[in-house]
């Protein structure tokens, strides 16, 4: 091999693994934002509290501060109602040597329980982020949040008109119960179902109810 092809050679792997440690970098900071949603949605302390840097900051508009200080206050206002459900989109990551900076659409719903059913918070907008990476270890150093939308839906408790059926899906849970937390384990959830002759009767027995006379 001659020198030119041999200098070309190690050029095109320095690029490669360029390549190849940005695409990394980009596949964990876009985990660290899944974890996050997944820590909120279950309550779980430590999980949060391992997306943001001990020093990180949060500006979540109702609260603004230490990031760690943030998981310790938001956690237990979460527990205070019955769900809530975070999804992202539209994640956009630029990286800077060991910092990037990325934003993300979120989603979120926060279901709060009364006598007649559930009211729903619906609510979009961004995740404004500055991550640092630390040790390898990519995690949030700043997060800033903006609102875009917001809707309050009064809605019936479905699952109540479901939990007699043998039919009934998997009800989202917190802590040990969650089946999310089955993983390879849940090979082992088969139950034996027959299929339901009207899916949605239920529905239609509901709508018809709510009609005004």
């Known amino acids: 091999m001659t020198d030119t092809n ?3 050679l190690e050029q095109r792997i320095e690029t490669l693994e360029k390549e190849l440690t940005e695409i990394k970098d980009r596949e964990a900071i876009r985990e660290v934002i899944h974890r996050y949603c997944h820590a909120v949605d279950r309550c779980d302390l430590e999980e949060l509290k391992g997306c943001y840097h001990a020093d990180g900051y949060d500006d979540h508009g109702f609260f603004a501060g230490n990031a760690h200080e943030f998981a310790d206050y938001v956690i237990p ?5 019955d769900s809530s459900c975070h999804s992202i989109s539209n994640t956009r990551i630029k990286i800077k040597g060991n910092q990037a900076a990325c934003g993300s659409y979120w989603s979120v719903i926060h279901r709060l329980r009364h006598e007649a059913g559930f ?6 907008g961004r995740y404004l982020d ?3 990476k630390r040790g390898g270890e990519w995690k949030i150093l700043h997060r800033v949040i ?5 809707r309050w839906i009064e809605t019936i408790d479905l ?5 007699d059926s043998p039919n009934a899906t998997l009800a989202g849970c917190r802590g040990d119960k969650d089946p999310g937390n089955l993983w390879f384990d849940l090979t082992q959830h088969r139950p034996d179902r027959t299929a339901m002759e009207d899916l949605w009767g239920v529905f239609h027995a509901l709508s018809d109810a709510t009609r005004p006379n």
């Open 6 to 8: 041999q200098g070309a």
């Open 77 to 81: 206002v979460l527990e205070q109602i």
């Open 159 to 163: 699952r109540a008109q479901m939990e």
């Open 119 to 124: 009211a729903d918070f619906w609510h979009q």
């Open 130 to 132: 500055v991550f640092e």
């Open 146 to 150: 903006v609102g875009d939308f917001d």
